[in-house]
Nanobody, 116 residues
Framework: QVQLVESGGGLVQPGGSLRLSCAAS????????MGWYRQAPGKQRELVAV???????NYADSVKGRFTFSRDNAKNLAYLQMNSLEPDDTAVYYC??????????WGQGTQVTVSS
């Protein structure tokens, strides 16, 4: 079973930057796709960005141009670089991984708070 651990969250002022990390371990199968999701208080969890093992990425319109998703397949690490942060970016951010065998796993989340 895959374990995902997020880190890098915290408090940042509007316009600032953070980099989130996701470390994956324990998979018997290749992790084909990874994603970042977020959930603000009282709101539905939403997709932020996805990346395939080949490096193809897709972003939500709300973060396009500000966030960058990258991964190191050999180390099973994924990163979300977040620039020009806005108060609406405040949420718990979750890492997700999908294996080549069709399995899907979630991390416990890391809190990002954007406030002056």
């Amino acid at each position: 079973q895959v374990q995902l651990v997020e880190s890098g969250g915290g408090l940042v002022q509007p316009g600032g930057s953070l980099r989130l990390s996701c470390a994956a371990s324990g998979s018997r199968f290749r992790i084909y796709i990874m994603g970042w999701y977020r959930q603000a208080p009282g709101k539905q969890r939403e997709l932020v960005a996805v990346i395939t093992s080949g490096g193809s990425t897709n972003y939500a319109d709300s973060v396009k141009g500000r966030f960058t998703f990258s991964r190191d397949n050999a180390k099973n690490l994924a990163y979300l670089q977040m620039n020009s942060l806005e108060p609406d970016d405040t949420a718990v951010y979750y890492c997700n991984a999908g294996t080549a065998a069709g399995q899907n796993y979630w991390g416990q989340g890391t809190q990002v708070t954007v406030s002056s």
